[in-house]
């Protein structure tokens, strides 16, 4: 019987790929309604527990690209004990000191050139550690590096390794350079703004655009400019997939272009329909990869809801990483929990479009059937129809990333719904929905957001926009937001409903709360702050509520439906 069912299950598998394969899917299901429902297959799962201790020793770059005059490379470098990820932890039979008291000896190496980068040590059960080497150890070239680190402990002859790739290129004084911080999150530049010395940072802060709206055929730059006036500093334009290389007008695009490099207005660089074809994406990259205003290449838009082939995105990559590795590669990700690790292989940066406002997501008001875990297309994959699905997406897909074996942390960013009236969604979010999905982003780590589309620089969903651009734009916020990750989920008392995260640095303190009800809250609400005392409010930055400090606890009495309020506090 046991032989019978292990040939059983591969033979079921494989009818179950057949007739997926004859069907509509969205994420892997079924959505019409005279088909059966199949479960999907592609969701993500951890390794089962050992029954034994592992050391996972981690490293990845604190930057995604360094220049060859910075001054150093920096590692973040992790050591955690786990019974999924690692090796196994021998040689302890006569250890009288807790592991996680014990230092990690570690050797930073590059055994392509034979050189020992640096010498250090670690606590065992510390995580963000930063070792640096210093960067004239390795020439610059296009390539990357592997780096690897070997640790053990010294009562034990075990010994422990991990390795990553390290970018270290040429400096140049055209184009532009950005890095992300995968300590923080945060996106910098070098270009001509600061005359190619340093890095400035810039939260990504761009809505997708339609070309028509911005980039007319007949040149008038005043798009562009009203465009910037509400406080964007990047933009992605939709290229227009009906037109014969599914492209741009590269010859009027090359002309805004030159707008956008002399405002110094970001361009996202859209190659959502170019990235399964190698021919066209080497044409395009080299067309504008030296461009002074180019930020990021945006490779595809919703592969997973699509179920392109899952190795498609990793391909595309590794193509643009050789032409230019100067620059860091995005995509759009529709699904709940459909082949993440396989699409977001081919990205440094994902974004997600979880658009809860206005839509059943329980039942399709397009196809008449049902929207659950194996079947139906709502318009939001797996969601419940109210803003926390944005802040459930993006938790959601950080823990994915967080648990891939060695992957690198890579920043979330979501893609705020602000669009008219569409199929799956009865009307358009109001300005002031707009800014509470933002400040629930922010409240998630998003450290860049995008919202889509922009047709009228004058509808609700830009008001929203330029409101929220007002904040992130705040220098005080700013420095929040790159120097330190958020404290999420503070405990609430006197209602569920509200999401709250705290940013601390230095002697300062900031607190977002994003109101997740649509309805007005009464009664009294207590907010507990992280363990560090506050001595006072320092700032009301944003908000109608007023709030009190008493022994580490903020208070106010009630809220409005997603009311949004940004304090800063004295520590």
């Known amino acids: 019987m046991r032989f019978f069912l292990l040939w059983l299950v591969p033979q079921l598998l494989a009818l179950l790929q057949v007739a997926r394969s004859q069907y509509q899917t969205w994420c892997g299901k079924v959505y019409e309604k005279q088909y059966p429902a199949i479960p999907p297959d592609g969701a993500f799962t951890i390794p089962e527990s050992k029954p034994y201790q592992l050391l996972y020793l981690k490293v990845q770059p604190r930057y995604t690209i360094f220049l060859e005059n910075d001054p150093s490379v920096e590692l973040i470098v992790d050591a955690v004990r786990s019974n999924i990820f690692g090796t196994p932890i021998i040689d302890r039979g006569s250890i009288t000191v807790p592991l996680s008291l014990q230092t990690l000896k570690i050797l930073v190496s590059c055994d392509e050139v034979r050189e020992t980068l640096n010498y250090s040590s670690v606590i065992i059960e510390s995580e963000r550690n930063l070792i640096s080497f210093d960067i004239k150890l390795l020439s610059s070239r296009i390539e990357p590096y592997q780096i690897t680190i070997t640790g053990h402990l010294s009562d034990s002859e075990q010994i422990y390794s991990a390795t990553t790739e390290i970018y270290i290129l040429p400096s140049r004084n055209y184009g532009s350079a950005v890095k992300i911080d995968m300590l923080y999150g945060g996106s910098f530049v070098r270009n001509f703004v600061n005359n190619y010395q340093g ?19 007949i040149i008038d730059f005043t798009y562009l400019d009203i465009y910037t006036s509400v406080g964007f500093n990047s933009i992605l334009i939709v290229p227009d997939g009906g037109a014969p290389e599914q492209s741009y007008n590269y010859t009027t695009l090359q002309k805004y272009w030159d707008k956008m490099d002399d405002i110094n207005l970001f361009n996202i660089y859209s190659l959502q329909f170019a990235f399964q074809n190698l021919t066209r994406i080497e044409t395009q990259v ?5 461009r002074s205003s180019l930020f990021s290449y945006h490779i595809a838009d919703e592969p997973d809801g699509w179920h392109h082939p899952i190795g498609n995105t990793k391909l595309a990559y590794d193509q643009i990483k050789k032409l230019d590795p100067y620059h860091p590669i995005q995509m759009t990700l529709n699904c709940q929990n459909f082949y993440y690790a396989e699409y977001a292989a081919g ?13 059943n997501a329980h039942h399709s008001v397009i196809w008449d059937t049902p929207c659950n875990r194996t079947y139906g297309d709502c318009g939001i994959d797996n969601g419940n129809g109210v803003v926390a699905d944005i802040a459930d997406r993006l938790d959601d897909l950080y823990f994915y990333q967080s648990h891939i074996e060695n992957g690198i942390w890579k920043p979330i960013w979501p893609t705020i719904q602000a669009f008219e009236k569409q199929e799956y969604w009865s009307r358009q979010p109001t300005s002031e929905e707009v800014v509470n999905m933002a400040m629930i982003s922010l409240n998630h780590n998003a450290k860049g957001i995008s919202y889509w589309l922009y047709t009228n620089p004058y509808d609700v969903g830009v008001a929203g926009a330029r ?3 007002t904040l992130i734009n705040d220098e005080e916020i700013r420095n929040f937001i790159f120097g330190t990750m958020a404290l999420q989920k503070l405990h609430v008392t006197g209602y569920d409903q509200i999401d709250v995260s705290a940013w601390v640095l230095g002697d300062r ?35 109608d509520s007023l709030f009190q400090l008493k022994d580490n606890f903020l208070y106010t009495q009630g809220m409005r439906g997603y009311e949004v309020n940004i304090l800063i506090l004295r520590l």
Do not use: C
């Open 199 to 217: 890095w400035y940072p810039i939260f990504p802060n761009f809505m997708y655009a339609d070309a028509k709206v911005v980039i007319p055929a």
């Open 286 to 290: 080299n067309m504008w990869k030296d």
């Open 347 to 359: 990205a440094d940066i994902i974004l997600e479009d979880a658009y809860p406002i206005a839509t």
């Open 467 to 469: 409101t929220f651009s």
């Open 509 to 543: 303190m900031m607190v977002g709360l994003a109101s997740m009800s649509s309805v007005d809250i009464h009664g009294n609400i207590e907010i507990s702050l992280p363990t560090r005392t506050a001595k006072g409010i320092a700032r009301f930055v944003y908000g």
